[in-house]
């Protein structure tokens, strides 16, 4: 179809007003016009950017986004004969404000994404298009580590050529020293190698100025194979009364060379924009025996919370998508640290502390990060453009990012940021101290920039501007005017480069424009310094001839993660990342598109009119238009599907593979032969009795097209039901957190309250004598700081209960406050009445008055150890739940729940938890050899349920099983389907049949069914298991790891193992998480009631700061 065959695609430019540049006038209009026919290789686009950073954004004309140095080149000589700005784009996080004039044009490198890897697996060449997601992918791919920076959607190059901080700094040095020779495009337009034996001045300003000097198509960097990318990362938070302690630490913390420690003072997460102070921790080929051993020093401050995991190469980053989100306001500020000035830090979180919480401002955060940087300082002084002041004086890095929505607070994100960057300064003149280039806000000296390597870098510029004056002499041609016709450029350049940039149908040229601008019209592109990773606001303005005002950041673009040896293509959407463990610095959602397809308005008569002399109208048909509907509203979808499987599942994958060449095909033979040998027989006798049955003709275009048509379908049918489920990439959490279910349950609960607090006494259901409950449930609480949830957690799980049900429960609860009095439950009227038991702390000279009648209180010693009781939190909730299991142990109980005081339960949650209980014990009888069983949940995050590399042979398995099921059933079609029925139109002879045959064998086990196996992955384990007619509510086995005690059933027979645990010290880590490693260490199976029965109380948390209220 013909819109499938256009070379170019114009977008509407958002800015049409006419700008006057030296004897002529240039619109945008007319700039894009004059690009559109000089990009002339496929895939390239002219188009509009949405920014990253909505503070004071740039005002571009065009962006064009060219697919090779060609094309490159052309638009640099184009914008240098008319003295418009070129801003050279790659990853586009800029921090800042930028001056852009409005017939400016963004080169937006996106489409040289090339990553590929030596075969000796020592260096990688890596496109100017690059971002770090996509190197991280093709190095872990061919089992190397590239040193990168820690941001996904930054571009690699631009980061790297700015210096280059990351997590392998200390193994490897910065970014710049592994940079071992640059494609660049200059100024003129011309291309040229830069290495140590040629251009090494260029290349020494080029690592750590190079966007003053030209523009990188692609570097050769160093690669470092291993079999080790794993690395262990930590989470950890503080209250914040111990900032100052954390910052002497971080201080005091003898990092490893393979150890990174950040400070970061975000949002918690907890829904109510509190600020916490969080240290995330990275240590390359760690445990958590030398984890915690590393970072022990911060362990020892005794953290609100802490999560650690083993995670591979491509997940290091994860935790710092946060910083990809796009929109909103961050004009940020950076300052190099001598030292971490812990006695400051108070006074740093007073001031965040305000600003967080403006109205829409909860996203701020200040980061310190702080590396090992012997391996960087051992390249010696002077040996890159990156100033030494950052390499040998500076302690840390420290950036502020005020992130906010209405303009309306500019003015006091200034103030703020500016002020902490004062606190941190060493330097009188916080202007003029160290910054690092790609942090920077954009009002600092070039000093502080560029530091002790300022003076070379002009010496170097005043070189190449006097070399430019040199050459148009000699060429006997004035510097160019305006009147310069683009044509004239074009068909000069026929001096095509090297193959890692060329566009198809280009040739390889061995000599790399040695002399191709001789007899070109000669110009020196207006370059806007541009750091194409996070932006490069700072231009050498007194020698490079700029634009007139300091040029500041640039626009975003969010891309997918593609893999080496990958053909460059248009960038797609990129899925959303799932919440990780190691800080709460994650979105819930994101727009991840990255241009704008406005496609141009068809005439009156329906014809799409092309800006392209070459081509005539091309009118619309009906086809034609659906065709636009899918590519514009299917496309994403599939893109986000690939994405998510290429994000989450390849290491899966790659296990998989390894374990189906190594144990799999053996048994695939094996079934080969059987199938051929048993089957054979069967195939005649049905090819017999089929002879004289009419098949319809079948040709693989119609099979395909049917395919995808039922393919789509699904699609469409999975999208409308997996929003709700974490594991799937349709999840979307403004759909699945609604609150219908909990304010339901919390009326139905409250009306319970109101009757027993009010209403007429009823006789309480009781226990026939000398029986035994089936189920104890114990609920420890405290005094919240906002609002209590006890009576509803307490109320539905009793108010739906029939008088047989409730007569098998004991209910418990511990009023775990020191002093029972600030527990609003104590002596609340409806507790007798709606428990079985209340247990309150004795502590000091405080003791239960006299009870009434019929009162169920009773206390015991606040010091249940009989060996003193600290304050920790941990600590504390420890405790609480022995109080309540050893109340319920001696019960007799056949089953003890551990159920917090924030959650509601189901309507029918008691049936459901009978059923599902009877289940697993059902189980255990059937296989008495089983392993037993630890414990069986009632409430759980979803995500856990979803897929998992623990699983990863079951599911190679299932997909085996499927293959070979759709292999016999396609060798029985194709023995019965009559051959003059598989063919294409016209003669249908044997050849044919064969080629036909063959062709359907492909798009079946090479399109169709991998296709579904995507689709059924990326709809999530939990929808798919809702979704499949056979499946059913019941028991699922939970992997190696759970979350949370808001729902913990455990057998009778594990309860002394478990109090054992819970009151004996040391006091580092929750029951809950401990109860992981008792069934890892034991071999017990743990087990959840699917799907879960119990939630939190809508979207609340049922504490803010502390735990307790004292």
Not at 267 to 286: A, C, E, I, M, Q
Not at 871 to 879: F, I, Q
Request: hydrophobic share 40%.
């Amino acid at each position: 179809m013909a819109i499938f065959t256009l070379r170019k695609l114009l977008i509407s430019l958002h800015l049409v007003s006419a700008v006057a540049a030296s004897a002529i006038s240039l619109t945008p209009r007319s700039v894009a016009d004059d690009l559109n026919r000089l990009i002339k290789h496929p895939g390239a686009q002219i188009t509009v950017r949405t920014r990253w950073s909505e503070f004071e954004p740039p005002a571009p004309a065009v962006v064009v986004s060219p697919k090779c140095e060609s094309d490159i080149k052309a638009v640099v000589k184009y914008c240098a004969a008319n003295k418009i700005p070129l801003l050279p784009q790659n990853g586009g996080n800029g921090w800042a404000a930028f001056s852009f004039n409005t017939t400016g044009v963004i080169l937006n490198m996106a489409g040289l994404n090339q990553v590929t890897i030596s075969q000796d697996k020592k260096t990688a060449v890596i496109g100017g298009g690059a971002i770090i997601s996509e190197v991280i992918a093709a190095a872990d791919k061919a089992g190397v580590l590239i040193q990168t920076g820690n941001c996904n959607c930054v571009g690699a190059l631009g980061a790297g050529l700015g210096g280059g901080y990351g997590n392998l700094i200390g193994e490897f040095g910065m970014a710049v020293d592994n940079i071992l020779s640059l494609r660049v495009i200059t100024p003129e337009g011309k291309a040229i190698d830069v290495s140590p034996s040629s251009n090494p001045d260029l290349l020494w300003a080029m690592l750590g100025a190079g966007p003053n000097f030209g523009i990188v198509t692609y570097a050769t960097v160093n690669a470092f194979p291993t079999a080790d990318r794993n690395a262990w990362l930590t989470s950890l938070t503080f209250d914040h009364s111990k900032i100052a302690q954390v910052a002497q630490a971080i201080q005091d913390l003898p990092l490893l060379p393979q150890q990174v420690v950040f400070l970061i003072l975000a949002n918690s997460g907890d829904g109510k924009n509190t600020p916490t102070v969080l240290v995330t921790g990275y240590l390359r080929g760690g445990d958590e025996t030398s984890g915690r051993k590393a970072f022990a020093s911060l362990y020892d401050l005794g953290p609100q919370t802490n999560s650690s995991s083993i995670t591979p190469y491509t997940g290091w980053n994860v935790a710092n998508d946060f910083f990809c989100g796009r929109g909103g306001r961050k004009p940020a500020f950076t300052t190099a640290l001598k030292d971490m000035g812990a006695s400051s830090w108070p006074a740093v979180w007073d001031l965040f502390a305000v600003f967080q919480k403006q109205p829409g401002a909860e996203n701020t955060a200040i980061v310190i990060e702080r590396y090992n940087l012997a391996k960087a300082r051992s390249v010696g002084r002077g040996a890159t453009a990156v100033q030494d002041e950052l390499r040998f004086d500076s302690f840390a890095n420290g950036i502020v990012i005020p992130w906010y929505k209405d303009a309306a607070l500019d003015t006091q994100a200034l103030d703020f940021a500016s002020k902490v960057r004062d606190i941190w300064s060493f330097s009188p003149n916080a202007k003029a101290n160290p910054a690092y280039i790609n942090f920077a806000h954009g009002d600092e000296e070039l000093v502080a920039i560029y530091g002790s390597s300022l003076p070379r870098l002009k010496e170097l510029k005043s070189k190449a501007k006097e070399s430019s004056d040199q050459r148009h002499a000699k060429t006997g041609q004035a510097k160019p005017s305006t009147t310069v016709k683009q044509a004239q450029i074009a068909d000069d350049d026929d001096d095509d480069d090297d193959s890692f940039g060329l566009c198809e149908g280009e040739k390889d040229a061995t000599g790399r424009d040695e002399h191709d601008d001789e007899h070109e019209q000669e110009g020196h592109a207006d370059f806007v310094g541009q750091h194409w990773g996070r932006t490069f606001p700072f231009s050498l303005l007194p020698l490079l001839p700029l634009s007139s005002a300091p040029s500041r950041h640039a626009p975003n673009r969010k891309r997918q993660h593609e893999t080496a040896h990958e053909a460059p293509g248009p960038r797609q959407p990129s899925t959303e990342r799932a919440r990780t463990a190691h800080g709460p610095w994650q979105l819930p959602s994101r727009d991840w598109s990255n241009t704008r397809h406005d496609r141009l308005e068809p005439d009156k008569a329906g014809a799409i009119l092309v800006d392209d002399p070459k081509r005539r109208p091309l009118r619309l048909t009906t086809l034609q238009n659906i065709a636009i509907m899918l590519v514009d509203n299917v496309s994403p979808t599939v893109q986000t599907i690939a994405n998510a499987l290429t994000d989450k599942l390849s290491p899966t994958v790659q296990i998989i593979a390894n374990t189906l060449t190594d144990k799999v095909y053996p048994t695939v033979q094996a079934s080969a032969h059987l199938l051929a040998n048993k089957m054979q027989p069967t195939m005649q006798t049905i090819a017999i009795m089929s002879a004289n049955v009419k098949y319809p003709t079948i040709r693989p275009k119609h099979a395909n097209a049917a395919f995808l048509a039922v393919w789509l379908i699904l699609v469409l049918y999975c999208y409308s039901n997996s929003y709700d489920d974490p594991s799937s990439i349709f999840f979307n959490e403004k759909l699945a957190f609604r609150e219908r279910f909990s304010l339901v349950r919390t009326t139905n609960a409250e009306h319970l309250i109101e009757v027993l607090t009010y209403g007429p006494p009823t006789p309480k259901i009781e226990r026939l004598p000398g029986t035994k409950p089936f189920l104890c449930i114990g609920v420890p609480s405290v005094a919240r700081n906002t609002v209590s949830f006890l009576p509803q957690t307490l109320a539905t799980l009793v108010d739906t209960l029939t008088d047989e049900e409730r007569s098998t429960i004991h209910l418990v609860t511990l009023l775990a406050d020191q002093d029972p009095k600030d527990h609003p439950a104590y002596e609340a009227p409806w507790l007798d009445r709606l428990v079985d038991e209340a247990i309150v702390y004795s502590a000091g000279n405080w003791t239960l008055p006299p009870q009434p009648e019929g009162s169920v209180t009773r206390a015991i010693p606040y010091d249940v150890r009989q060996a003193g009781r600290g304050t920790e939190r941990v600590e504390n909730m420890r405790l609480d739940h022995s109080v309540v299991l050893d109340a319920c142990r001696s019960t007799g109980a056949q089953y003890f729940a551990l159920v917090e005081d924030d959650i509601v339960a189901s309507r029918d949650w008691f049936t459901r938890f009978k059923a599902g209980i009877a289940d697993v014990e059902q189980r255990k009888a059937f296989h008495p050899k089983a392993p037993d069983w630890l414990y069986f949940r009632l409430f759980y995050s979803e995500i856990f349920m979803g897929w998992n590399s623990e699983e990863w042979l079951g599911y190679s398995r299932v997909i085996f099983e499927f293959y070979i099921l759709a292999l016999v059933v396609f060798l029985v079609l194709r023995r019965t389907w009559p051959a003059a029925s598989l063919g294409a139109q016209g003669k249908r002879t044997v050849t044919t049949y064969r080629h036909t045959s063959a062709w359907m064998a492909a798009l079946v086990f090479g399109l169709w069914l991998p296709a579904l196996i995507v689709l059924y992955f990326a709809a999530g384990r939990v929808s798919t298991h809702r979704m499949t007619p056979w499946s059913s509510d019941g028991v699922r086995e939970m992997p190696n790891y759970g979350c949370c005690a808001q729902g913990l059933v455990f057998p009778q027979r594990h309860l002394d193992m478990i109090h054992d645990m819970l009151v004996t010290p040391p006091f580092n880590f929750p029951g809950d998480m401990m109860l992981e490693d008792v069934a890892r260490d034991k071999q017990l199976k743990k087990w959840a009631l699917e799907p879960s029965v119990f939630q939190h109380v809508g979207l609340k948390e049922s504490s803010d700061g502390t735990q307790r209220k004292e």
